[in-house]
């Protein structure tokens, strides 16, 4: 029988375990997404790695020469036009770093290769990892990208604020449980956010304060009204949710609590704005810490901040909260040898100790077990408490290739009910005909 | 001299010479207006997106491409079948490892221990080798040899129809035509011709905003600044001394000079909630807000602001310019028949900028037309989309996913149709110039 193509270069590697002391140079190209100041640790991660295997192959007798040469951007519209239209002309990074929800398309395209393809899973350190972030890396049942960080989307109060409309400390403590019990609301929240308004503790509008922009996190809002994402591996549009989704943002504007025009505020000045009291509620990111405490000057976050996960709609929905790893991916060179170094620097970057400096840097959680016993990551209080209180209700956005459209829509219709633009009926009545229009088959509408 | 035409190699060497100065333009024009035309019009045709690539796709079965192999054409039992991942340790794979180079001692204990077992994955094949005594050391090794024994074709990716054929025909699967042809839908990756991007277009609701969008910018910014405010310039410094006239033109040729991002985030700056005209108005007893994404009425007047206020810098040079060509004596004449100065600017000026303002309606329409960076800079189209215009929505679809599936085919279309209207108007134009007129040889030469 004829041997499937891959096996006939892979052969090369079997007969290179056999093969005397050697010498090559290699320069590794690596790209983050969405990476600030404090994520550096994404590619520097990588550096170590390759300075490790540089130590192990002078051990073999083999000189090796890595080169790592970076590039890290702050957003992602740019990497994302720049990962894809390198691709195409035959010139990607060696290694992406980015969020999973590119893996669908990127592998249907064949830009990247299946990272288990090249990695052992059942060996440390990679056995080491969270299974539903694998699950998470995975797409068609293949497991293509190696988790590089993990993160929560929680719900902040403030707790000076909630302690002004009546809350006791006690009170305060009690609200992770009644959040994930469903004992606490979002209509709590608008009633709440009304009060602290009420009471003139924070200006009109700033209640409840939600993002500024377009992410996973509104997904979080959809899940809280029971709506599902992707069902059996297609889309699921649930009108219902959706609606009461749309509903629970035009009654936030409407009863005040939330600024009709919130969307598009500067990023720069929301943190300073929820990092020192001049909201009441709100949402963010685990890594919002980092910036709270850092930039911000928050010198008190646990005396100041209550967190707990998105709070139920009502009945049917549930408390939820939405993980968003990012994976460091493996393009398609053409080059066995190319791509097999590559996934062996990634593992070694998935080691705990050196993926723990990126998770305590950048106020991520961890990616495996054993990082709880690495001394930086366990004496770190947000980022044991965070990975308690949130992970164990984490889900994730779908790997769906037409996931990426279905976001689009769902975001230009919470922009125009939110904005006033079209009434919560006409935006699901439009993002519903839109949804039919672009993915047909593709997406299950109920 | 030409006109004499002595002899015929005359006007052929300067032929030769015409057309050799003429080709760099033409390689130009060629290559930066023709060929994208070009491109966009065969991009526009089909359903091309990150996902399929530009350059082609493969073949290759994976999970949700059976999925619909099973669900839209009936073949449950040819997608199970496909979509079995199968590794057995047989013959050929043990032959294939000893001639690739596994040890001895290897060939012959996958042979004793392995031979005639098959795996429903590869992690589970490579959990027996790594039992074995003579197991391979490291992970490319175990993975090269693994691979070997391979023998199902989930998730390989086959470059041709005959390749992927060959593969089905390997695993002893015969395919009558309509399995052939429902097997190519469900398996190719790459993009296909389609007429949906058209009718997809004219389906959504918000393709008739996005038109009345564009229709508004355009001819708003064209009217109030690109011409109108540009003729008011430059008709109030005719009438000023050359010195503070010069000054006066070269502040208004900021804007245009200024880098765009700088120049948007000035007026960002200017509108944002706790910006200069919050500053200001907050005491007057205005509420502090975002005034550009208040409300669409707001969007659009800083929309044409900004791009008008860059706009009108062009208008006018070119109708200061028009002006100063006007003879002189015109304007005493005017002066001695008594005329105002209104009347000078109504019966001398503007009935000899007719043909410059017609030019600058021309060539600013057009360039507005396919404008967009300001808006994205300033709005993002916001908000909720009442500032999206024709441009930015194509802009927005190719180049910007969420999910990394950008979707060239349908951003195509849209900016097609941008160019049909371009051309269209160009015709209009040259047709309102009466071009034939203006390239027609100078009397004198007749």
Not at chain 2, 64 to 87: I, K, N, P, T
């Amino acid at each position: 029988m004829t041997l499937p193509k891959r096996v006939c270069t892979a052969a090369a590697g079997l007969a290179m375990g056999a093969t005397a002391a050697f010498a090559a140079d290699y320069t590794i190209t690596v790209w983050s997404g969405g990476s600030g100041p404090n994520d550096h640790y994404r590619i520097d991660a990588i550096s170590m790695a390759a300075e490790f295997l540089e130590h192990e192959a002078a051990i073999r007798g083999d000189e090796l020469n890595i080169t790592i040469e970076g590039k890290p951007y702050d957003g992602w519209e740019e990497f994302k036009q720049g990962v894809t239209l390198s691709a195409e002309s035959g010139t990607a990074p060696n290694i992406v770093v980015t969020s999973h929800t590119d893996i669908a398309p990127w592998a249907q395209a064949g830009l990247i290769v299946a990272a288990e393809d090249y990695v052992d899973l059942d060996s440390w350190p990679l056995n080491d990892l969270y299974g539903n972030l694998i699950d998470i890396a995975s797409f068609n049942g293949i497991v293509y990208g190696i988790p590089q960080d993990a993160e929560s989307r929680p719900f902040f109060f403030w707790k000076d604020h909630m302690r002004g409309i009546g809350y006791s400390d006690a009170d305060i403590e009690a609200l992770p449980g009644k959040v994930e019990a469903g004992e606490y609301t979002l209509q709590n929240v608008l009633e709440d956010a009304r009060k602290i308004q009420d009471a003139g503790l924070v200006e009109a509008g700033y209640g409840f304060y939600p993002r500024v922009s377009n992410g996973p996190d509104y997904w979080q809002f959809y899940l809280s009204f029971g709506g599902t994402i992707e069902e059996d591996g297609k889309l699921v549009f649930d009108k219902s949710a959706m609606s009461d989704f749309y509903q629970f943002f035009v009654d936030a504007v409407e009863a005040g609590v939330t600024r009709k025009n919130h969307i598009g505020t500067p990023w720069d000045q929301w943190y300073g704005e929820v990092a020192s009291g001049k909201a009441g509620l709100w949402h963010g990111g685990t890594w919002h810490y980092a910036r709270y405490t850092g930039r911000e000057g928050l010198d008190d976050f646990f005396g100041n901040i209550q967190f707990t996960l998105i709070p139920a709609g009502g009945d049917g929905g549930r408390a939820n909260t939405i993980t968003h790893p990012l994976m460091y991916l493996i393009t398609d060179q053409g080059d066995e040898d190319l791509e097999a170094l590559a996934a062996e620097l990634v593992t070694i970057a998935s080691e705990p100790r050196i993926n723990t400096l990126h998770a305590i840097k950048s106020a991520h959680l961890g990616i495996a077990r054993s990082q709880s016993s690495v001394p930086l990551y366990a004496d770190d209080r947000w980022a044991s408490e965070a990975t308690d209180r949130l992970l164990p209700h984490a889900t994730a956005q779908p790997n769906n290739v037409n996931f990426g459209q279905y976001v689009g829509i769902m975001w230009s219709g919470l922009e125009a009910a939110w904005t006033g633009q079209k009434t919560v009926a006409d935006a699901i009545a439009d993002a519903e005909t839109e949804l039919r229009a672009t993915l047909g088959d593709n997406i299950v509408i109920r | 001299m030409l006109r004499a035409r002595p002899d015929g190699e005359v006007m052929s060497g300067s032929r030769i010479l015409g057309l050799l100065l003429l080709a760099p333009a033409f390689v130009f024009v060629v290559l930066f207006f023709l060929a994208p035309v070009v491109l966009t019009a065969v991009f526009a045709l089909t359903n091309m997106s990150t996902a399929t690539g530009i350059t082609g796709g493969a073949y290759q079965v994976t999970q949700s491409g059976m999925r619909e192999l099973a669900e839209r054409h009936g073949e449950q039992a040819l997608a199970d079948a496909l979509a079995r991942v199968r590794y057995t340790v047989d013959r050929t794979g043990i032959d294939a490892a000893s001639v690739e180079g596994a040890s001895t001692a290897l060939v012959s204990e996958l042979d004793r221990r392995l031979a005639g077992q098959s795996f429903d994955s590869r992690r589970e094949l490579e959990r027996a080798i790594k039992k074995l005594d003579n197991r391979p050391r490291g992970t490319r090794a175990l993975k090269s040899l693994s691979a070997l024994f391979e023998r199902s074709i989930v998730n390989t990716r086959f470059a041709t129809e005959e390749e992927f054929f060959d593969a089905v025909a390997g695993l002893g699967i015969e395919l009558d035509a309509t399995q052939r042809a429902a097997l190519l839908a469900t398996t190719y990756t790459g993009w296909t011709w389609t007429g949906e991007n058209f009718s997809r277009m004219f389906s959504l609701p918000d393709t008739r905003r996005t038109f009345l969008n564009t229709i508004i910018y355009v001819f708003a910014t064209l009217i109030v600044f690109n011409t109108g405010f540009a003729l008011v310039l430059s008709i109030v410094t005719h009438y000023m001394p050359d010195r503070p006239a010069g000054i006066f033109r070269a502040i208004w040729l900021l804007p245009r000079i200024s880098p765009p991002v700088l120049y948007v985030l000035l007026w960002k700056w200017l509108a944002w909630d706790t910006g200069f005209l919050s500053r200001i108005l907050v005491p007057l007893g205005f509420e502090s807000r975002n005034w550009m994404l208040d409300n669409p009425t707001n969007a659009w007047v800083f929309i044409v602001l900004i791009n008008g206020f860059v706009g009108a810098s062009m208008g006018m040079l070119i109708f200061s310019a028009a002006i100063r060509s006007i003879p002189v004596s015109l304007f005493y004449a005017s002066e001695v028949d008594g005329a105002n100065r209104w009347q000078q600017v109504r019966y001398v000026i503007l009935p000899q900028l007719r043909w410059p303002i017609l030019f600058i309606t021309c060539y600013q329409s057009l360039s507005l037309l396919t404008s967009f960076e300001y808006i994205l800079l300033a709005t993002e189209g916001g908000p909720g989309g009442a500032t999206k215009v024709w441009a930015l929505a194509a802009y927005l679809t190719a180049l910007n996913n969420y999910a990394g599936n950008l979707e060239y085919g349908y951003g195509a279309a849209l900016a097609l149709v941008l160019v049909l209207v371009g051309v269209i108007l160009s015709l209009a134009y040259l047709r309102l110039f009466d071009f034939k007129s203006l390239v027609a040889p100078p009397p004198i030469e007749q």
